[in-house]
Nanobody
């Protein structure tokens, strides 16, 4: 499985972006996908997740401004971002979990990251 993130860019505060994560390979082992971000000098943080049953989680810092969605085949996951703030500047990574047929969790899959820069 490979994840390819895209859609980042330079945007003014208050603007919008839609990030995409294209998934190639078999998605059978994926139960949840999400987006993380890492700002300069900070640890990577969880932004949003979406599960196979449709349940969704957002970090408090982005709730109401970010929307995660996916297609039914787990081939593409999106992160729609509205009302961008300077503190949203970060590299955004897509992530997928990885479960074996025996119910154990393997190493997660990660995309390469896409840079989002918000100018004030």
């Amino acid at each position: 499985v490979q994840l390819q993130a895209s859609g980042g860019g330079l945007v003014q505060e208050g603007g919008s972006l839609r990030l995409s994560c294209a998934v190639s390979g078999s998605t059978f082992s994926i139960h949840n996908m999400g987006w993380y971000r890492q700002a300069p000098g900070k640890q990577r943080e969880l932004v949003a997740t979406i599960a196979s049953d449709g349940s969704i989680y957002y970090a408090d810092s982005v709730a109401g401004r970010f929307t995660i969605s996916r297609d039914n085949a787990w081939k593409t996951v999106y992160l729609q971002i509205h009302n961008l703030k300077s503190e949203d500047t970060a590299v955004y990574y897509c992530n997928a979990d990885n479960w074996t047929a025996w119910g154990t969790r393997g190493s997660d899959y990660w995309g390469q990251g896409t840079q989002v820069t918000v100018s004030s």
